[in-house]
């Protein structure tokens, strides 16, 4: 029987040998601290979600923040595909929405 934990991030189950989850949460490579990285965490492999990471879902506000795309992807990969390519192709408009205040894609 294989062990199994708990993703720290969504909770869903995975193997102890798993360094990352479908939800972007990623085993940490060293215990030291580094700079701060504003943008979202959400990471499939090599590419990574371009946005500025806006919600966390710790209460107490981790260093796990998602894009608005990407926090409603959580747990399913297929759909947090779809966001990242929409955030990789519609990266410029999607942040002048952000600057002038109004939701972009709800």
């Known amino acids: 029987m294989k062990a199994s934990v708990k993703?720290?991030?969504?909770?869903a189950p995975m193997s102890t040998q798993?360094?990352?989850?479908?939800?972007?949460?990623q085993k940490p490579d060293s215990p030291k601290k580094s700079a701060a990285?504003?943008?979202?965490?959400?990471?499939?492999?090599?590419?990574?979600?371009?946005?500025p990471g806006t919600i966390s879902p710790a209460v107490h506000a981790s260093e796990r923040?998602?894009?608005?795309?990407?926090?409603r992807t959580v747990g399913d990969p297929q759909l947090g595909e779809a966001a990242l390519y929409e955030a990789e192709e519609g990266y410029e408009d999607i942040l002048a929405e952000y600057r002038n205040g109004r939701k972009y894609h709800e």
Request: proline share 9%; with cysteine.
């Open 7 to 11: 993703c720290p991030e969504c909770g």
């Open 18 to 25: 798993v360094t990352r989850c479908s939800c972007g949460w």
């Open 65 to 71: 923040w998602y894009c608005r795309l990407h926090y």
């Open 37 to 51: 990285d504003h943008r979202c965490v959400y990471r499939p492999g090599e590419r990574r979600c371009p946005l």
